[in-house]
């Protein structure tokens, strides 16, 4: 998995409340297991119409936003069925935070384990980025794990909260797979000790 690292970014703003993970990526697209090449269908029944065209008035199809790498979205974020396609489709987009009131635990959960990160703020705080969001490319929001703050075009600080362990993970880049690499030499060890006190299996 790749390092989260500090950006400064263009976010897009979503203020729907009850994003649900079917609306991120819908059920067709669920039949492949690789984590690419679903960008393009992210939010895809509202990007698109029935013949495939991309929607001129969804936000991530207007110019200032198609290079988004935040997105601040309203209560209740990722609800729904527990796919991991969909941080997967918000990801392949380039989306590395997602900011709301709320999210979904098990969405939640995923982010982190993707490389996303899942900021929850107070209500006042996200319609205020929701309306710097508005502002499009020439209003850009920082985004700084390490210091666990976002600051607002306006120079605005919004710290917020995130467990250490999973703080940890995203800054050093460790999925499930990696945290168990990391611990190779033991496991290593063990299955050597292991092989040697029960020769006979």
Not at 114 to 132: C, F, H, K, Y
Not at 145 to 160: A, C, K
Not at 181 to 192: G, M, P
Request: overall charge negative; hydrophobic content about 40%.
């Amino acid at each position: 998995m790749k390092k989260f690292e500090s950006f400064s970014g263009i976010a897009a703003a979503m203020p729907l409340v009850n994003i649900d993970t079917d609306m991120i990526i819908p059920k067709q697209f669920l039949k492949t297991i690789k984590r690419t090449g679903l960008g393009v269908s992210l939010f895809y029944e509202m990007r698109y119409d029935l013949d495939g065209n991309e929607m001129e008035d969804f936000v991530l199809n207007k110019p200032a936003w198609r290079d988004a790498s935040i997105l601040i979205a309203g209560d209740n974020f990722g609800c729904g069925s527990s796919r991991e396609h969909a941080p997967w489709a918000l990801l392949d987009f380039g989306i590395r935070c997602v900011i709301s009131t709320s999210f979904a635990d098990i969405f939640y959960n995923n982010c982190f384990k993707n490389g996303i990160l899942p900021v929850t703020l107070p209500r006042e705080q996200v319609s205020q980025l929701m309306e710097d969001a508005t502002k499009g490319a020439n209003a850009r929001v920082k985004v700084n794990l390490e210091d666990q703050t976002v600051t607002s075009p306006d120079g605005s600080e919004h710290e917020f909260e995130i467990d250490p362990f999973r703080k940890k993970c995203l800054l050093e880049g460790l999925d499930d797979i990696g945290l168990t690499l990391e611990k190779a030499a033991s496991i290593d060890r063990f299955e050597a000790d292991y092989a040697r006190t029960h020769s006979w299996l």
